[in-house]
């Protein structure tokens, strides 16, 4: 199995910057995608990021497009969300997840991935 662990959250103001990352253990040359999502208290859990490792396609929501990049490195054992501009509204727990099935498209729901990390809170100060 994939174990995933996420890191890097914390507390910033508005305009700051954070870079999120997720660890990956286990068999990670099966995974095809990597996702990012968030959970503030409350609301559903929704799409950010996420990258496919092969041709390294990305999409991002629209609510992060501009300000948030996702990236990975190191055969598939890590990935990053680079998070410049943060508003109050991206306040969230943030999750990582991990699809080992083939995919020729990025994944931009959570069914489409089979393993989660714990999260990580992310708060923005105003």
């Known amino acids: 199995q994939v174990q995933l662990v996420e890191s890097g959250g914390g507390l910033v103001q508005v305009g700051g910057s954070l870079r999120l990352s997720c660890a990956a253990s286990?068999?990670?040359?099966?995974?095809?995608?990597v996702g990012w999502f968030r959970q503030a208290p409350g609301k559903e859990r929704e799409f950010v990021a996420a990258i496919t490792w092969r041709g390294g396609n990305t999409e991002y929501a629209d609510s992060v497009e501009g300000r948030f990049t996702i990236s990975g490195g190191n055969a598939r054992t890590i990935a990053y969300l680079q998070m410049n501009s943060l508003k109050a509204e991206d306040t969230a727990v943030y999750y990582c997840?991990?699809?080992?099935?083939?995919?020729?498209?990025?994944?931009?729901?959570?069914?489409?991935?089979?393993?989660w990390g714990q999260g990580t809170q992310v708060t923005v100060s105003s």
């Open positions: 286990g068999p990670t040359f099966s995974t095809y995608a």
């Open positions: 997840a991990a699809r080992t099935y083939y995919t020729h498209v990025v994944p931009t729901t959570t069914t489409p991935y089979n393993y």
